[in-house]
Structures are given as structure tokens and as C-alpha cells.
T-cell receptor, first 118, second 112 residues
Framework: GAVVSQHPSRVICKSGTSVKIECRSL??????MFWYRQFPKKSLMLMAT?????????EQGVEKDKFLINHASLTLSTLTVTSAHPEDSSFYIC??????????????FGQGTRLTVV | GNSVTQMEGPVTLSEEAFLTINCTYT??????LFWYVQYPGEGLQLLLK?????DKGSNKGFEATYRKETTSFHLEKGSVQVSDSAVHFC???????????FGKGTRLSVIA
């Protein structure tokens, strides 16, 4: 079946540095990628929606200059956490609708990235 | 707007016990409904889904029926196993390339 591959699965970085998270669709074209953030013991909060070849749409309260999203190709979307701070520590997950006949029902998730900023 | 409400956990059960996790939703139109499961340290996996009223989704012994009249999609399993221990999320999605809307998740712990 379709797979969304997310890397890295775990990263520890120092305050002030930037971290890039990649999500690749392995056997389908992901024209849209959703980026979620999950706080400990909380649900997933949608951060932004990226569309291939256009600017990402950010949810209210999400700083677009801090969370840079790039969707340069149909198989790759990236989220860069810039100038990371400890409060950015979280679990980040990407998700792509399968598209085609399954667009109404299917959404595939990456494995998630646990970011720890020290 | 769309929203999902599910029972708060944690839920702790003994092996082979009956499980129910309640989920209700508010949505415009006719959404598809899902249950996702998240094992410790991992991403989300689709457990089951239903796309229209009265549909029953089932997988690995879990079942949920799309009840339009009560706007519910309760998750049930007749006999839970230790391996079912995870966080379970109820979610909905309207048609098109729209994101999933999740409930807060229910942590299930099954003890031997």
C-alpha cells in the first residue's frame, strides 16, 4: 500500500538551531501534505497545509516564519523549524491524502518526528 | 465547524475484557469517519473507517458503526489483548483534499 516516509524519526538539537523534517510519498503523488503537531498526551493539531508548487496555508496561531514549509515536488514536502526553542519540542507528523478514487477516504501518515530542543 | 469528541482516558482493562470508546462528531455535510491507533513512539495507523451512514468498519476485532442519527462512531472490541494498548483517535474528514479532524485521543492500557 501507499507509504509516507518521514525522517528523521527523532532529533535533538540546541536552542537557536534549525531542524528540517522531510516527508516523502513513496508510491503515489502527494499534491497536498498536512503537517500536524502533537503535544504530550494531546491530540493532533493541524499546523499547515502544503500544496505542491504553491505557498502553504497556515492555521491560526502558527508562525509561518518559524515553521517553514516547502512542497517543491509531488513526492516531497519539508517542514523546517527555524531558530528552535525548547517550547518547540513536540511530535510532528505529516499526512497526505491518497488522491484519485481514494481521496475521500484515505490519508496516509508518516512515522512522526520527535523533536527535542535543549 | 467540524469537531470530534471522544471519551477521555486513560482506560485500563484486563485482557479479554470488552472495550467501548465513545466518539461523537459535529460536521457539515456527510463526512467519512475513522479510527486511528498510535502505538508508543510511532505515527498513526488507520484502524478502520466508514464512509456513509450505517456502514460498519472492522479490523483486528475492532468494530465501529457510522450512526448518523446519533452522530456517533463508537469503537468496540469484544475481547481486548495486551497488544491493543495504544492511543486511539476518532477522526472525521469531509470530501476532497481536506485534513482530518481528530478527537483528543483515548489511551488504552490492557493488562494481562
Amino acid at each position: 500500500g501507499a507509504v509516507v516516509s518521514q525522517h528523521p524519526s527523532r532529533v535533538i538539537c540546541k536552542s537557536g538551531t534549525s531542524v528540517k523534517i522531510e516527508c516523502r510519498s513513496l508510491d503515489f503523488q502527494a499534491t497536498t501534505m498536512f503537517w500536524y503537531r502533537q503535544f504530550p498526551k494531546k491530540s493532533l493539531m493541524l499546523m499547515a497545509t502544503s500544496n505542491e508548487g504553491s505557498k502553504a496555508t497556515y492555521e491560526q496561531g502558527v508562525e509561518k516564519d518559524k515553521f517553514l514549509i516547502n512542497h517543491a515536488s509531488l513526492t516531497l514536502s519539508t517542514l523546517t523549524v527555524t531558530s528552535a526553542h525548547p517550547e518547540d519540542s513536540s511530535f510532528y507528523i505529516c499526512s497526505a491524502p491518497a488522491g484519485g478514487k481514494r481521496s475521500v477516504t484515505e490519508a496516509f501518515f508518516g512515522q512522526g518526528t520527535r523533536l527535542t530542543v535543549v | 465547524g467540524n469537531s470530534v469528541t471522544q471519551m477521555e482516558g486513560p482506560v485500563t482493562l484486563s485482557e479479554e475484557a470488552f472495550l467501548t470508546i465513545n466518539c461523537t462528531y459535529t460536521a457539515t455535510g456527510y463526512p467519512s469517519l475513522f479510527w486511528y491507533v498510535q502505538y508508543p513512539g510511532e505515527g498513526l495507523q488507520l484502524l478502520l473507517k466508514a464512509t456513509k451512514a450505517d456502514d460498519k468498519g472492522s479490523n483486528k476485532g475492532f468494530e465501529a458503526t457510522y450512526r448518523k442519527e446519533t452522530t456517533s462512531f463508537h469503537l468496540e472490541k469484544g475481547s481486548v489483548q495486551v497488544s491493543d494498548s495504544a492511543v486511539h483517535f476518532c477522526a472525521l474528514r469531509n470530501s476532497g483534499n481536506t485534513p482530518l479532524v481528530f478527537g483528543k485521543g483515548t489511551r488504552l492500557s490492557v493488562i494481562a
